[in-house]
Each structure stands twice: as structure tokens, then as C-alpha cells.
């Protein structure tokens, strides 16, 4: 058996989300949606490529946000983090930058369901 890598990570999100997820992964964050297969299509969410990897926006019954678990997206370099953090912040996301890493600059930021989500420069 071998792992090959990763493929897809999932956040959840509460009933009706769809268009909050488009927004924010989709509009804001510029990942491309992909549509989700026939077979899970009814379960709600809504699906996003990021690089040769996906983010799926997933529902769950009782739905609490996750406060310290997150996935982390590469963005290409400084100049690209402080457009994409500007673009955040003129559309009202908190940005919460951590400098605790030397030499790699990073921030958090909430989805609109306030799951954490990490932007960090390569």
C-alpha cells in the first residue's frame, strides 16, 4: 500500500450554505467550483479544486465550526498573499496574521461559517 498523496480536504458547513461557499471559496479565494459526482450530489455543498487537490464544502447535522483545525492554502508569494488579503479585507473577512514561523508569512481567516482557514505565502 502506498499513499500517493492528498486528495481532497473537507470543511463542513450548515444546510443551505451553497451560496455562502461559492462566494467565499469560489469569489473571494478564486478556486474553481467542480461539480460533484451524480451520486453525492443530493447531500448538499458544494466542491472546489485547489491546484491538483480539492476542498470540499461538505453539510453536517449540527454543524459547529472547526476553531483550530484548518487546511492551509498556498498562495504564489508575498505580493499574491497581500492582494488576496486586501481582496479579503475590502469584502469585510477579519485577517489575523501569524508571525510566529520565521521567514513564512501567513495569516488566518474565518469561512463565512467561521472555520478557520490558513493563507500562507510559497
Known amino acids: 500500500m502506498t499513499i500517493l498523496g492528498l486528495d481532497h480536504?473537507?470543511?463542513?458547513?450548515p444546510t443551505g450554505c451553497e451560496a455562502a461557499a461559492r462566494h467565499f471559496y469560489g469569489t473571494l479565494l478564486g478556486l474553481p467550483e467542480t461539480p460533484k459526482?451524480?451520486?453525492?450530489?443530493a447531500t448538499g455543498g458544494v466542491w472546489f479544486r485547489c491546484g491538483a487537490q480539492g476542498i470540499h464544502v461538505?453539510?453536517?447535522?449540527?454543524?459547529?465550526?472547526a476553531r483550530k483545525a484548518h487546511?492551509?492554502?498556498?498562495?504564489?508569494?508575498d505580493a499574491a498573499l497581500d492582494v488576496l488579503a486586501a481582496?479579503?479585507?475590502d469584502a469585510g473577512v477579519e485577517l489575523e496574521w501569524?508571525?510566529?514561523?520565521a521567514g513564512v508569512r501567513r495569516c488566518y481567516v474565518r469561512d463565512p461559517w467561521g472555520n478557520r482557514v490558513e493563507l500562507v505565502a510559497r
Open 37 to 41: 459526482p451524480e451520486g453525492v450530489r
Open 71 to 77: 487546511p492551509g492554502l498556498a498562495v504564489d508569494g
Open 87 to 89: 481582496r479579503l479585507v
Open 98 to 101: 501569524d508571525t510566529r514561523i
Open 9 to 13: 480536504v473537507q470543511v463542513t458547513a
Open 58 to 65: 461538505g453539510i453536517e447535522e449540527g454543524f459547529r465550526p
